[in-house]
């Protein structure tokens, strides 16, 4: 990162590579301290190995409840080996000096609060962070969250869901900053079978309201899935099937989750 770079020039960063390259841009979300604290940075690295252009840190939350049972399980072991919003931003800070990574936290407002929101947006920036995605944060409470995150440069990521209307998508898309968070349907984050069938429509709804990269996420979950969105979004964010493939490989997860970002990337290119 340059000396001049915010977050939110770093998240455009991270798109345009992907656009040059013709295809879908992939966030990869992992809970930090999940399966256990020691094993985050091998898991963050495997994930830029498989081609992550993104990576969300989870920060673990008690009541994730925007979350179905995988990301909960997780949060709560983390938790329980005492992982906090001060050891997620250690994380990131790590990643982003030895690999240039970008690199959002997404969790819920308490932390954040209690951490103190001018020193967050101070330690955040510093760690190279590029931004926030705050489920339980409705946009009508971020003016405290926006005071100190936009002159830090940091993204405060809104979510925006299938039944979102047009006047609310009028009336906050103006403001966003750094990418677009579509939610592909109206549940609880979770591997799913399939994309909702009107992903499509969603997503067109709000591109013609926005010229930012529009992510789409919540039940992406394989290969088939990115392959499917091509031509429709500009990247997918993944997080319950990665941490999936992690809870599942025991000592094999770095290779495994290298594996399968691979497979997600390969999917997004355009033929």
Do not use: W
Not at 10 to 16: D, E
Not at 88 to 103: F, N
Not at 163 to 192: I, Q, W
Not at 229 to 239: P, T, Y
């Amino acid at each position: 990162m340059t000396v001049t770079e915010t977050g939110v020039d770093r998240i455009g960063r991270a798109f345009a590579r992907a656009k040059a390259e013709r295809r879908i841009a992939v966030a990869i979300y992992l809970t930090v301290g999940y399966p256990r604290p020691s094993a985050t940075s091998a898991l963050l690295e495997a994930a830029l190995d498989g081609g992550a252009d993104v990576l969300e840190l989870g920060v673990p939350f008690s009541d994730p409840l925007a979350d179905g049972a995988t990301v909960q399980r997780a949060s709560q072991a983390a938790l329980e080996q005492g992982t906090t919003l001060r050891e997620c931003i250690a994380q990131a800070r790590s990643i982003v000096r030895d690999r240039d990574a970008t690199v959002v936290l997404m969790g819920y407002a308490n932390p954040f609060i209690h951490h103190g929101l001018p020193a967050f947006a101070r330690d955040a920036a510093e760690a190279g962070i590029a931004g926030v995605i705050v489920p339980d944060l409705p946009f009508e409470e971020s003016a405290e969250f926006d005071a100190v995150l936009a002159p830090a440069g940091l993204a405060r990521i809104d979510l925006y869901a299938p039944t979102t209307p047009d006047a609310r998508l009028d009336r906050l898309l103006p403001g966003a900053r750094g990418f677009v968070y579509c939610v592909s349907l109206t549940g609880v984050t979770g591997a799913r079978a399939v994309v909702a069938g009107d992903a499509g429509a969603f997503v067109a709804r709000v591109r013609s309201r926005t010229a930012l990269p529009i992510v789409l996420g919540f039940g992406i979950s394989t290969a088939a899935h990115v392959a499917a969105l091509r031509g429709i979004v500009d990247g997918v964010a993944v997080g319950s099937a990665a941490l999936d493939v992690v809870t599942a490989s025991g000592d094999d997860g770095p290779a495994r989750l290298r594996d399968f970002v691979q497979g997600l990337v390969a999917a997004g290119r355009q033929e």
